[in-house]
């Protein structure tokens, strides 16, 4: 067994532990459940009936969804390379000449782990709402409704996720038109957009 | 302590427990489905359906508990 064994206390290995918990929590829930479901209609009223549904109907499937938003949420944030649409951005960002933005985060290890949704989710619960609500659109597209032509970002892309990292950094503050006094607060307020100056963060093109 | 037997539980709290079970086994159903093939479409139907028909479950549980308690004067 490799180091990232059984009890490993990597992520992934805890987000295994949570899976495993949420199956047995929730087939414990559907046992309660199904034997209430299948004694007379007249005893599902019961004292016994409504403690044995507090349990089974309450505390344990209200565990196995709070352990399925937990393990979702970790899974669905790499869920962006699992789609074909997003291969030729993908294989940008993973090809070691690329010179784009995403291809330098990516090479140099700048963001280590879930890179899309570590630049395309804001920052604090809204952000990540927005993603969540973004991400059932996508899933909707890919499934159902088709994918677009041309795929294009929704929104502007927010200059505070470049601001988070780099903002007020020794290496951004040495660079003279980040602390000109006209240009800062167009920088802050997102008037000029960091792509205005720095390389592209995709291909301008399909790849 | 009264001998007397409890009052007999309506029909409609009958059918809204059992309702419950049923949307509480449909929200494990796609909980546990997801937990086992995690793939984005099965997250999003457990996010809006699975969720859903537990959070409905939730909600008839505690109507039935609710008309029980009124019935029985406790409130």
Redesign the interface.
């Known amino acids: 067994m490799s180091h990232e064994g059984l009890f490993s206390g990597s992520t992934e290995n805890v987000m295994r532990w949570v899976?495993g918990a949420?199956?047995v929590l929730?087939?414990a829930?559907?046992a309660i459940?199904?034997l209430?479901?299948l004694r007379k209609?007249?005893w599902?009223?019961t004292a016994h009936?409504?403690w044995a549904?507090l349990v089974g109907?309450?505390v344990l499937?209200g565990m196995?969804?709070l352990?399925?938003n937990v393990?979702?949420f970790h899974?669905?944030k790499n869920?962006c390379t699992?789609?074909h649409t997003m291969d030729p951005w993908v294989q940008d960002m993973k090809d070691p000449k690329s010179t784009t933005l995403v291809g330098k985060h990516y090479q140099n290890r700048w963001i280590p782990d879930d890179q899309c949704y570590t630049c395309h989710t804001g920052y604090g619960l809204a952000g990540n709402v927005q993603a969540?609500i973004g991400?059932?659109s996508?899933?909707?597209h890919?499934?159902f409704t088709g994918v677009p032509e041309v795929i294009k970002i929704k929104r502007p892309f927010n200059h505070e996720t470049c601001l988070h990292c780099h903002g007020e950094s020794a290496k951004y503050l040495k660079i003279e038109q980040h602390v000109d006094a006209e240009m800062k607060p167009k920088i802050l307020t997102g008037e000029l957009s960091c792509f205005e100056c720095h390389a592209a963060p995709h291909p301008r093109k399909k790849p | 302590m009264s001998d007397a037997p409890p009052p007999a539980s309506a029909p409609g709290s009958v059918r809204l427990v059992t309702s419950a079970c049923v949307l509480a086994l449909i929200g494990v159903a796609f909980s546990t489905a997801h937990f086992i093939w995690p793939t984005p479409l099965l997250f999003a139907l457990f996010m809006i359906v699975g969720q859903g028909s537990f959070g409905l479950a939730l909600l008839l549980y505690v109507i039935a508990i609710f008309r029980d308690l009124r019935k029985q004067k406790v409130l």
């Open positions: 899976a949420g199956i929730g087939l829930a559907a459940m199904i209430v479901l209609p007249e599902r009223v009936a409504k549904l109907l309450l499937p196995t969804m352990s399925g393990v979702g899974k669905v869920s699992q789609c969540k991400g059932l996508h899933v909707t890919e499934y």
